[in-house]
């Protein structure tokens, strides 16, 4: 038996329980891991609350990052002792992931845990940070480079935008960071922001095109703010988009991509291909500092995951959530 929080749906409703779990229940994979830390995401604030539908079966274990030692692989290449790190896949929405003492998964999906990195840094970055690592690859292959102009951040608060602003920012580039909660600006500037701005200013539906100021940006957020920043980006500027915190749409005109040859760039973490996860780390082990990680961060123990879900959708936390599983 382990410990972790296990998701049911059923007559009596939509339940997330810490729960004392048989190994027989696991599900099929070719590698057990004993998980150190597991971290808390957006997504896994929509899976243990509901509010999104992000579970696909029940019951489930919620979690789409973990980091652990191999207890047993059958898998090419992955080894009893080795150190792995899982994001995505899937895992924490149709197979059971990390917010457990043990999890069965796919060797295909994991990634050796870089040695710049203890496991539990490994989730101070998580799914966020990787993202966020993503998004500065892409801006990179677009062509943005620092003495192109002011970097936006949006969502800055949250994990993804803090990782983000700290890995710009190392990188040279001159950071605007977007916030809800100007009282954090010193935890922005600490992660290396040059400015903080109020995101009211792109909440609501704005103007086709606005004043042109970004060379870049990452966005968190989309709805109104996506369309907004798009439309205040300079001339041949790139805008990667990886997140919906205000909403799933996106109402934009055309005007930015065809008068201004703005890029948007999408970002997925979840089936990005190996070879470009393995590359993201690898950044991140050069470019993210990580004295800025223990800044970033804060651990919970696993029983209180649950009640931290539903405070990081209330937009109550700041940066990351590391989940200590044991
Ligand atoms: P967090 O909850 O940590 O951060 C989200 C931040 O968005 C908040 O801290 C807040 O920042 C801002 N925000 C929240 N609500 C609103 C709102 N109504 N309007 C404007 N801003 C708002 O989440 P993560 O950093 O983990 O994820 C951010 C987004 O990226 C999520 O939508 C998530 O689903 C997505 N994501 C996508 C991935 C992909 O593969 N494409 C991977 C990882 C995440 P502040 O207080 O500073 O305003």
């Not at 983000?164 to 922005?188: I, N």
Request: net charge negative.
């Amino acid at each position: 038996m382990f410990k972790g929080i296990l998701i049911e749906k059923d007559d009596a409703g939509y339940r997330a329980t810490l729960s004392d779990i048989d190994e027989a229940q696991l599900p099929e994979g070719d590698v057990t891991v004993n998980v150190q830390y597991s971290t808390l995401n957006y997504k896994d604030g929509l899976a243990i609350t509901g509010k999104g539908p992000v579970v696909r079966k029940f019951p489930l274990v919620p979690g789409i990052d973990l980091v652990g030692t191999v207890e047993s692989s059958s898998h090419e290449g992955i080894a009893a002792g080795d150190a792995v790190v899982l994001n995505g896949w899937g895992v924490g929405e149709g197979h059971w992931g990390g917010l457990a003492q043990k999890a069965k998964l796919k060797g295909e999906w994991l990634v050796p845990l870089p040695s710049a990195f203890t496991p539990k840094q490994a989730m101070a970055i998580g799914t966020a940070g990787y993202t966020a690592m993503l998004c500065v690859l892409a801006l990179e292959r677009h062509g943005v480079t620092p003495d192109k102009g002011e970097i936006l951040v949006t969502g800055a608060n949250g994990g993804v935008g803090s990782v983000a602003v700290a890995l710009l920012a190392k990188l040279g580039y001159t950071v605007v960071a977007s916030t809800g909660r100007p009282q954090e600006a010193d935890y922005l500037k600490s992660l290396g922001a040059a400015e903080i701005i109020d995101r009211a200013q792109f909440s609501a539906a704005g103007r086709p095109l606005a004043k042109e100021r970004w060379a870049g940006a990452v966005d968190t957020v989309g709805s109104h703010t996506l369309a907004n920043v798009c439309a205040s980006t300079r001339y041949r500027g790139v805008v990667t988009a990886c997140g919906l915190a205000q909403g799933m749409d996106f109402p934009a005109t055309v005007a930015p991509f065809i008068l201004r040859g703005v890029t948007l760039a999408g970002v997925d973490s979840v089936m990005c291909p190996r070879v470009d996860r393995l590359e993201a780390w690898a950044r991140l082990a050069r470019d993210l500092d990580v004295s800025k990680l223990d800044l970033i961060t804060h651990e919970i123990a696993l029983s209180d995951a649950i009640p931290a879900a539903a405070e990081l959708l209330e937009g109550k936390i700041r940066g990351r959530v590391v989940v200590d599983v044991n």
